[in-house]
C-alpha cells in the first residue's frame, strides 16, 4: 500500500489523476512544503501556465503568470543526483539556486540538461497520460489546471 505521507495526487482537468511519489529521501524540505501547500489547498484551481512539448509542463503559481509563488519564504536548494527523465517531479526557480517556492515541473522526457541543478522531490507513478494532455504553450491559450492537489488517503 502506498505511503499516504509521500504520495500525492494531481486531479487535473485534462482527464484525470496524476500520482507522484514524493522524494523525502532526495529533497526533505521541498516534500514538506509540496505536503503543506497540498494540504492548505494551495494548489486548487492552480494552472499550468508553461507547457512546452518534449520537455515539461510548469505549475505552482497561483497568479498564472510564472512570476510569484506562496507567501512562504523561497527553499534552499536540494540538489541530488537524481536524473531529470520522464515523469520527474522538480521545482522551478529563479537564477538563484535558493530561491524555489511554489511552482514545480513535470518533465515530458529525458531533460537530463537539468540534473544537478534544480531540486527533483517526486516522480509520476500513475497517470502521465494526462499530463501529456496539457494544452501546450507558454502561456497556453486555454490552460490545464489542478483540479484538487491532495495526499492519498
Known amino acids: 500500500m502506498a505511503d499516504a505521507l509521500n504520495t500525492l495526487v494531481l486531479n487535473l482537468d485534462s482527464g484525470g489523476d496524476v500520482v507522484i511519489r514524493l522524494r523525502p529521501d532526495l529533497a526533505p524540505g521541498h516534500v514538506a512544503r509540496i505536503r503543506e501547500l497540498a494540504q492548505e489547498g494551495f494548489y486548487d484551481g492552480v494552472t499550468f501556465h508553461r507547457v512546452i512539448d518534449g520537455f515539461m509542463a510548469q505549475g505552482g503559481d497561483p497568479s498564472g503568470t ?48 537539468l540534473d544537478g541543478q534544480y531540486t527533483v522531490w517526486g516522480e509520476v507513478v500513475e497517470g502521465m497520460e494526462h499530463v501529456d494532455a496539457l494544452p501546450k504553450g507558454e502561456p497556453p491559450s486555454s490552460p490545464g489546471k489542478i483540479v484538487k492537489a491532495s495526499l492519498k488517503p
Open 66 to 113: 510564472g512570476t510569484s509563488g506562496s507567501d512562504k519564504p523561497n527553499l534552499k536548494a536540494e540538489f541530488s543526483g537524481e536524473p531529470h527523465v520522464r515523469g520527474t517531479a522538480s521545482m522551478a526557480r529563479t537564477p538563484n539556486p535558493d530561491s524555489a517556492n511554489s511552482q514545480f515541473f513535470i518533465c515530458f522526457d529525458d531533460c537530463r540538461f
